[in-house]
């Protein structure tokens, strides 16, 4: 499968929007990373894509914020530089996973120089492939997340894919027709609220 960050260096173009995925899952065979490519194709010539590479970010501890430990800052630099994030996120346990939370954690802390976090305000939108419950359930406990952040959320805000039996056989997200047109909804909505601003 092609990768997101070769298709950043080869066809970064100046006059697009900068699109961040964030992938909540680190799983090297993740779904979710799966339609995070999904995602990307679907902004593809609207917006240059990028892959965050958040694995070296390390638990959150209040102790070890200043100096920024490298990874943090490194992160942070990625979402000042996007114009919005679209979250692709599994579902642990009915709710957000704790990896991810950590990652926002640190990222909406404020700079060492004082200034606003980079994600306050930050255009988004949300998907996420997990069980029955197609992440809704994770995505219900990431909306006050959202909200204290005082992100823009993409009014097409939700695309929930149910893993099959034979997807976790196969490793392999099969996307049905119905499941295609919300991710290109979202994508629609996303570059329209970037266009607005
Ligand atoms: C710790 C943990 C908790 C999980 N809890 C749920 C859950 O509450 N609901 C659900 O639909 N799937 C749940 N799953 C299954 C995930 O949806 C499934 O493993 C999925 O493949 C994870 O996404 P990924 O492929 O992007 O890593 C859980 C998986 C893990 C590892």
């Known amino acids: ?10 066809e970064h173009d100046g006059s697009l929007p900068t699109v961040l995925m964030i992938v909540g899952s680190l799983r090297k065979k993740s779904f ?29 501890n209040q102790d070890e914020e200043f100096p920024t430990p490298e990874p943090v800052a490194a ?10 994030i679209w979250v692709v996120t599994p579902e642990y346990n009915h709710g957000m996973p704790g990896p991810l939370k950590n990652l926002f954690d640190w990222l909406s ?6 200034s606003l976090s980079p994600i306050v305000g930050k255009m988004m939108t949300m998907s996420g492939a997990a069980g029955a419950s197609c992440a809704r359930d994770c995505f219900a406990t990431w909306l006050p997340v959202l909200k204290a952040l005082k ?5 097409a805000t939700f695309t929930g894919v149910a893993l099959s039996r034979e997807m976790f056989i196969s490793d392999r997200l099969e ?9 290109r909804n979202q994508a629609d909505a996303l570059i329209a609220l970037i266009d607005q601003e």
């Open 1 to 10: 499968m092609e990768s997101i960050n070769e298709v950043r260096i080869e």
């Open 32 to 60: 979710n990373r799966q339609l995070a490519q999904f995602a990307a194709g679907e902004l593809a010539d609207r917006a240059n894509v990028h892959m965050l590479d958040w694995h070296e970010v390390p638990m959150f």
């Open 75 to 84: 992160v942070r630099t990625e979402v000042a530089e996007a114009d919005a």
């Open 109 to 114: 802390r404020p700079m060492e120089d004082g």
């Open 151 to 155: 992100m823009c959320i993409a009014p």
């Open 175 to 183: 996307l049905d027709d119905a499941a295609k047109a919300s991710m």
